[in-house]
Nanobody, 120 residues
Framework: QVQLVESGGGLVQAGESLRLACAAS???????MGWWRQGLQKEVEQVAT???????WYAGSVKGRFTITRDNDKRTLYLQMNRLKPEDTAMYFC???????????????WGQGTQVTVPS
């Protein structure tokens, strides 16, 4: 099973940018990947996803500000976050899964998270 480790989090001012990285221990080229976040309300929100073919999806709250990319050769997933807002403050988690219709067969796996803080 692939292991994931997030990095790049930190404290930034509103309006500034930050890039998160998710390094994988094995090949991710055939997997879909994504980012989730957990804020103060403790609910987990799906932020962005990218398929093995490169198609992307974004939550309405981040669309136009965040960009998800992947580098399969470096076995790394990225999340470029621009024009950050206080409401973006959360623990950010990356995840990967196999592209099967059966949710169980997808074998979703997770990193341990990296904190992003944007003070008001």
């Amino acid at each position: 099973q692939v292991q994931l480790v997030e990095s790049g989090g930190g404290l930034v001012q509103a309006g500034e940018s930050l890039r998160l990285a998710c390094a994988a221990s094995g090949s991710i080229s055939s997997h879909s990947m994504g980012w989730w976040r957990q804020g103060l309300q403790k609910e987990v929100e799906q932020v962005a996803t990218i398929s093995a073919a490169g198609s992307t999806w974004y939550a309405g709250s981040v669309k136009g500000r965040f960009t998800i990319t992947r580098d399969n050769d470096k076995r790394t997933l990225y999340l470029q976050m621009n024009r950050l807002k206080p409401e973006d403050t959360a623990m950010y988690f990356c995840s990967g899964w196999r592209e099967y219709n059966d949710p169980v067969a997808r074998g979703q796996y997770w990193g341990q998270g990296t904190q992003v803080t944007v003070p008001s």
